[in-house]
């Protein structure tokens, strides 16, 4: 049953008012400002002012996203040219070509010359052997030196020096190291190849000792080391007792009187020297250039 309710009361228009004539609608007129220009007007500047706020913000999202896109764009771009670089600068010229075939080592004066014949150009190198640069150095470049140096352009001047001494657990590795290269430069030097393939094998990862660890090479493993590059058992042996520990300690001091000469006092090693000046090794094609 429907229940009964009582009238609401209109406050437009009183008891005693009387609808106009020709009013439209049963349900009682409005003024039109009501439903045009009147309370609603400033929902509609507000309604069109969010629509401003939206789109604004529409854009500045879009703007936010193609920043970001052409950051990310700039990073990959970035990496992939500091790839491109890093491979062409460690590249290893002459790689495939392996150890020398026809060079030979003589010494003079404390320093060991490798050529074949009489090289077009020299240069002066100087190492040590715990040097992991140097080491490097000889993975990139050993196999174009021994190239070059079977072709006849290129005569190469071996200085060792031995101030990381400190950086070996023995405390005397790199005047060993140095010791074991003059014996095969002394003794077996006139043997095609054989002083550039112990140089090599001394310097080959898994042989260098790493500095500050907590171990390296005796003179017995060096000369094991010496044997498997096929250096005769003689020089072998004589590496083994330390027979030019005392000779290649007097060498590592003129070596190191020369480098300062040329360089200064800051000095490094590997360092390689043409015409008593430093040549810049950070790009390898510098070896190429000089012996073209």
């Given at each position: ?18 609808r ?20 609603r ?8 002012q969010?629509?401003a ?9 879009r ?53 074949a ?16 640069a ?18 006849g ?12 001494n400190?950086a ?22 006139s ?30 493993q ?11 058992d ?5 590496i ?5 520990v ?47």
């Amino acid at each position: 049953m429907a229940k009964s309710r009582a009238p609401r009361p209109n406050p437009s228009r009183t008891p005693a008012q009387k609808r106009p004539s020709g009013a439209a609608g049963s349900t009682g007129s409005r003024p039109s400002s009501a439903t045009s220009s009147g309370p609603r007007a400033p929902q509609s500047k507000a309604g069109r002012q969010s629509v401003a706020a939206a789109r604004n913000s529409g854009g500045s999202n879009r703007t936010q996203l193609m920043i970001g896109g052409v950051a990310i764009v700039v990073i990959v771009a970035v990496i992939i040219v500091g790839l491109v670089l890093n491979k062409k600068n460690t590249a290893v010229p002459a790689d495939g070509y392996g150890d020398s075939k026809a060079s030979i080592a003589t010494v003079a004066d404390g320093v060991i010359t490798i050529s074949a014949g009489t090289p077009q150009t020299s240069i002066d190198v100087f190492e040590d052997a715990m040097c992991p640069a140097c080491g490097s150095f000889e993975h990139q470049f050993g196999q174009q030196m021994a190239q070059l140096a079977d072709e006849g352009k290129l005569g190469v001047r071996l200085h060792m020096l031995n101030f990381l001494n400190r950086a070996s657990s023995s405390g005397d590795y790199s005047t060993r190291g140095a010791a074991a290269l003059l014996a095969v430069a002394t003794e077996a030097g006139s043997q095609p190849g054989l002083f550039l393939k112990f140089h090599t094998a001394l310097f080959a990862e898994g042989t260098q000792p790493k500095e500050n660890s907590g171990s390296d090479l005796s003179n017995a493993q060096l000369g094991e080391v010496a044997k498997t590059a096929g250096v005769p058992d003689a020089v072998v042996a004589s590496i083994a007792a330390g027979k030019y520990v005392e000779a290649a300690a007097a060498n590592a001091k003129t070596s190191q009187t020369a480098i300062q000469a040329a360089v200064g006092e800051q000095w490094a090693t590997p360092t390689v020297l043409h015409d008593n000046k430093p040549l810049a090794l950070n790009s390898p094609d510098w070896l190429t250039t000089l012996t073209a």
